[in-house]
């Protein structure tokens, strides 16, 4: 097992490396070796687990060899390029929780409670307050969001555990992102359908702005009704953390300086992301885990800690990729079953398949069925710029009787929907490596109720706005 768990460290941290080496320099040799790499991850955490363990990642895996084979795909290239599908994403999410060793330097959450915990003191007022801030996070850092606002709650309520804090804490985060993907303009399958569609970035904007405030209602109604039904009660145990902070808490002077801190911090690291992805135009994820990297770096510098920055990576290198390890090896697979499925066509047949459907029901119009082609593709393991690229795409070249706003709307919804429920794209998958739970019960268990109230909301508010104009 010792062998096993070194390669698996080897081929994580080699990933890594090359990934971003050969973003900015491009060698064919390299990208070979990184593809490699991925395959070597799978293969170790295969080693690891165990076939019992590892049914869903071998899964995706072996479908997606086999639709290779059937359409003649399966070749060397082919599986180099299906290995360095999700690339990107790996790279962010090894980076990513150096954002927590950060956090972890200081009080600063204790510091901040103390300074707003009026804000925060009740179950609906914290989860309230999550829901906003994770979208405003999530304009800066798309579902990097998802860990670091994890953590942010996990620090409070780190003793809490059960199937129903992970509800509470899981959801508001997971939730949060999906209904940013209807209004924030740095979300790229949100702009991308505004473009495409011709319709009005600012219409767009509100429209979709409009639909998460209330969809942050409904899930503060849901989370109070499963806060009852599995018999917490979250506003003492908030309130009896908040006053043990406070309690323990250094003086008001010193918590004024951790918050002024804290807030530094924050504009830095979220305010030098959007300044080089602006002035480099550098994808953002790759701007991310850069920008991660030097500013825990430059942190520990400036406090003059190296020997705690050697330490926390050193902890990291042997614990934390291990427990990295499964989530990433889904990420493989499910890059190998993507590029197998574009090979297929699949998608025009699916569009294609709900025009046949709605010539056989016509009171069913286009933009009831619209987000099921998004849902039904995200669990397919697409992702939701995938979808929108072929979905918007697609009805680029046809004249539909609706306003472009409604029909963004339409399909950025089945995106919400989609980043609710498919435990085999990029959001459920983050979040299920922050909180160890499975895809299935992050995804479908805790949201299905939430997504189906949704989506009559969507409804009501489209079929509405048809008839009225």
């Known amino acids: 097992m010792k062998i096993i768990a070194f390669g698996l460290r080897i081929a994580t941290v080699i990933f890594a490396i090359l990934h971003f080496i050969t973003y900015f320099f491009l060698s064919d040799f390299l990208l070979v070796i990184l593809a490699m790499s991925g395959f070597a991850i799978l293969l170790f955490a295969f080693l690891r687990f165990g076939l019992k363990s590892f049914k869903l990642p071998l899964m995706l895996f072996l479908i997606g060899i086999g639709v290779l084979v059937y359409t003649g795909n399966l070749t060397f290239s082919g599986l180099e390029t299906g290995f360095l599908q999700m690339r990107d994403i790996i790279g962010l999410l090894i980076i990513v929780p150096m954002i927590s060793w950060v956090l972890r330097g200081e009080p600063y959450m204790e510091a901040i409670l103390s300074r707003a915990h009026h804000a925060i003191d009740t179950s609906r007022k914290f989860y309230s307050a999550v829901m906003?801030?994770?979208?405003?996070?999530?304009?800066?850092?798309?579902?990097?969001?998802?860990?670091?606002?994890?953590?942010?709650?996990?620090?409070?309520?780190?003793?809490?555990?059960?199937?129903?804090?992970?509800?509470?804490?899981?959801?508001?985060?997971?939730?949060?992102?999906?209904?940013?993907?209807?209004?924030?303009?740095?979300?790229?399958?949100?702009?991308?359908?505004?473009?495409?569609?011709?319709?009005?970035?600012?219409l767009a904007i509100l429209q979709g702005l409009l639909i998460a405030a209330l969809g942050i209602v409904i899930s503060v109604a849901f989370s109070t009704r499963q806060e009852k039904k599995y018999g917490l009660h979250i506003t003492d145990v908030l309130q009896?953390?908040?006053?043990?902070?406070?309690?323990?808490?250094?003086?008001?002077?010193?918590n004024k300086k951790l918050v002024r801190e804290f807030l530094l911090l924050f504009v830095t690291l979220f305010g030098t992301i959007f300044a080089l992805h602006g002035i480099f135009s550098l994808k953002l994820m790759i701007t991310i885990p850069i920008v991660i990297f030097l500013w825990s770096l430059l942190y520990y510098g400036i406090k003059r800690r190296p020997g705690k920055f050697m330490e926390e990576t050193r902890h990291y290198v042997e614990a934390g990729m291990l427990k990295q390890s499964y989530q990433l090896s889904i990420m493989l697979s499910a890059g190998v079953l993507i590029f197998a499925l574009n090979q297929t066509g699949f998608g025009t047949a699916v569009v294609d398949g709900v025009y046949y459907l709605q010539g056989h029901i016509p009171f069913l119009n286009f933009l009831y069925l619209l987000p099921f082609i998004v849902i039904l593709l995200g669990f397919l393991g697409l992702g939701p710029l995938t979808v929108m690229v072929l979905v918007a795409g697609?009805?680029?070249?046809?004249?539909?009787?609706?306003?472009?706003?409604?029909?963004?709307?339409?399909?950025?919804?089945?995106?919400?929907?989609?980043?609710?429920?498919?435990?085999?794209?990029?959001?459920?998958?983050?979040?299920?490596?922050?909180?160890?739970?499975?895809?299935?019960?992050?995804?479908?268990?805790?949201?299905?109720?939430?997504?189906?109230?949704?989506?009559?909301?969507?409804?009501?508010?489209?079929?509405?706005?048809?008839?009225?104009?």
Do not use: D
Not at 160 to 182: I, P, Y
Not at 194 to 202: F, G, H, K, R
Not at 240 to 254: N, W
Not at 412 to 418: D, N, Q, R
């Open 132 to 202: 906003i801030f994770t979208q405003i996070i999530s304009y800066f850092l798309l579902f990097g969001a998802i860990p670091m606002v994890y953590q942010f709650i996990n620090g409070i309520l780190k003793e809490e555990k059960g199937e129903g804090w992970e509800n509470f804490k899981g959801t508001a985060v997971l939730r949060s992102f999906a209904l940013s993907t209807m209004w924030v303009v740095s979300i790229p399958s949100f702009i991308f359908a505004v473009e495409t569609m011709n319709a009005s970035l600012w």
């Open 394 to 469: 697609i009805l680029e070249s046809i004249a539909l009787p609706y306003p472009p706003e409604l029909i963004v709307l339409a399909v950025t919804s089945g995106s919400v929907i989609s980043i609710l429920l498919s435990p085999l794209i990029m959001p459920v998958i983050v979040l299920s490596a922050s909180n160890g739970l499975n895809g299935f019960k992050n995804g479908i268990k805790f949201n299905l109720g939430y997504a189906t109230v949704f989506y009559i909301l969507v409804q009501c508010y489209i079929q509405t706005m048809i008839h009225i104009l």
């Open 240 to 254: 009896g953390k908040i006053a043990g902070i406070i309690r323990g808490s250094t003086s008001t002077k010193v």
